[in-house]
T-cell receptor
Framework: AQSVAQPEDQVNVAEGNPLTVKCTYS??????LFWYVQYPNRGLQFLLK????DNLVKGSYGFEAEFNKSQTSFHLKKPSALVSDSALYFC???????????WGAGTKLIIKP | GAGVSQSPSNKVTEKGKDVELRCDPI?????LYWYRQSLGQGLEFLIY????????KSGLPSDRFSAERTGGSVSTLTIQRTQQEDSAVYLC???????????FGPGTRLTVL
């Protein structure tokens, strides 16, 4: 079955430290992977995607994600966290049978000053 | 250009009443999705429209829920005889044909008293 797992409900990071939000996936065929961010009382905003090519993908707001095929992971990273990065982060993978997105449960990222 | 818009932004209704939620997708986007998000939780897929094809209604939780998309553009999600468990944020997203990213509206927060 195709699925996405975000194993951490919440991640706490001190401002200025690097952050990682984890995502693993299971999909038939080539994975098309996405990260979205949701700020309080807002809709989801697209951050970045992996379709093919370089395993390190750069996106909005200084975020990047590393695709690892052997570990079936697509972890979101940022070298230096900002308090304003505090939000809910969603990982998604495309279901190649119907082209829908399968969504992870979300990870709440809290950046403390 | 304009993003996805949704109206109303907030809706408070009494149990048993019907409600209509509206979504205006990005112009030219052929695909439109409705999701439901309970407080701080993940996304629950409700329904998907793609062009003139029959919609994918597999996510609708009961026959009290229905949606239409008129003229391949604006969509309305209708919930009949609302129940307290229908309280959630209802998110709409649209996607351009040939692309995988979905673009989200700000959502409608529905509260059923």
């Amino acid at each position: 079955a195709q699925s996405v797992a975000q194993p951490e409900d919440q991640v706490n990071v001190a401002e200025g430290n690097p952050l990682t939000v984890k995502c693993t996936y299971s999909v038939s065929g080539n994975p098309y992977l996405f990260w979205y961010v949701q700020y309080p009382n807002r809709g989801l905003q697209f951050l970045l995607k992996y379709i093919t090519g370089d395993n390190l993908v750069k996106g909005s707001y200084g975020f990047e994600a590393e695709f690892n095929k052997s570990q079936t992971s697509f972890h979101l990273k940022k070298p230096s966290a900002l308090v304003s990065d505090s939000a809910l982060y969603f990982c998604a993978v495309r279901d190649n049978s119907n082209y829908q997105l399968i969504w992870g449960a979300g990870t709440k990222l809290i950046i403390k000053p | 250009g304009a993003g996805v818009s949704q109206s109303p932004s907030n809706k408070v209704t009494e149990k048993g009443k019907d409600v209509e939620l509206r979504c205006d997708p990005i112009s030219g986007h052929t695909a439109l999705y409705w999701y439901r998000q309970s407080l701080g939780q993940g996304l629950e897929f409700l329904i998907y429209f793609q062009g003139n094809s029959a919609p994918d209604k597999s996510g609708l939780p009961s026959d009290r829920f229905s949606a239409e998309r008129t003229g391949g553009s604006v969509s309305t999600l209708t919930i009949q005889r609302t129940q307290q468990e229908d309280s959630a944020v209802y998110l709409c997203a649209s996607r351009q044909r040939g692309y995988n990213e979905q673009f989200f509206g700000p959502g409608t927060r529905l509260t059923v008293l």
